[in-house]
């Protein structure tokens, strides 16, 4: 079995008058992700981590930014495609790792249902998917709260 692993990081600022959308899930907050598509950074760290994985670039080479069909896409949706792509250039996700950085809101009641909206999109089942959240003890932006963090690796097994 031919099995590679990628890494991928992701940080976007947190701004009024956006819902914040984490893993596919909209989490209750006075505060969003500014970004083109809808600013998941979880997603967008573990689209990297396949990417990285299957040596196939990086989100900005697959989504251009700025791209119109990608204004405020869901990036679930982004993930799905990734997922796709990779899967045409002879890969299939076996486990997915990541952690999400941010200071407030909590975001332990949501980790559940993100698992399983992530679990949908890259195809695998449930326990296949590991997924922590952590702060930075108040320290640097993430804990002034000016934006959040995710962090992902992603190993993939050469299709047959
Ligand atoms: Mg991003």
């Given at each position: 079995m031919t099995a590679r692993s990628g890494l991928g990081l992701d940080v976007h600022p947190l701004v009024p008058g956006r819902p914040l959308v984490l893993g596919g899930v909209e989490v209750p907050f006075d505060r969003g992700l500014q970004g083109?598509?809808?600013?998941?950074v979880l997603c967008h760290a573990i689209i990297d981590a396949l990417l990285g994985a299957a040596g196939a670039g990086d989100i900005g080479r697959l989504f251009p930014p700025g791209d119109p069909r990608y204004k405020g896409a869901s990036s679930l949706r982004l993930l799905e495609e990734a997922v796709a792509h990779i899967g045409r250039l002879g890969w299939r996700v076996r486990y997915v790792d990541a952690t999400i950085v941010a200071e407030?809101?909590?975001l332990k009641p949501f980790i559940g249902p993100m698992k399983a909206r992530l679990a949908l999109a890259l195809r695998?089942?449930?326990?296949t998917i590991n997924l922590k959240a952590t702060t930075t003890?108040?320290?640097?932006f993430v804990g002034r709260g000016e934006g959040i963090a995710a962090l992902a690796i992603a190993t993939l097994e050469a299709a047959e």
């Open positions: 083109h598509s809808d600013g998941d407030r809101p909590l695998l089942p449930g326990d003890d108040g320290l640097g």
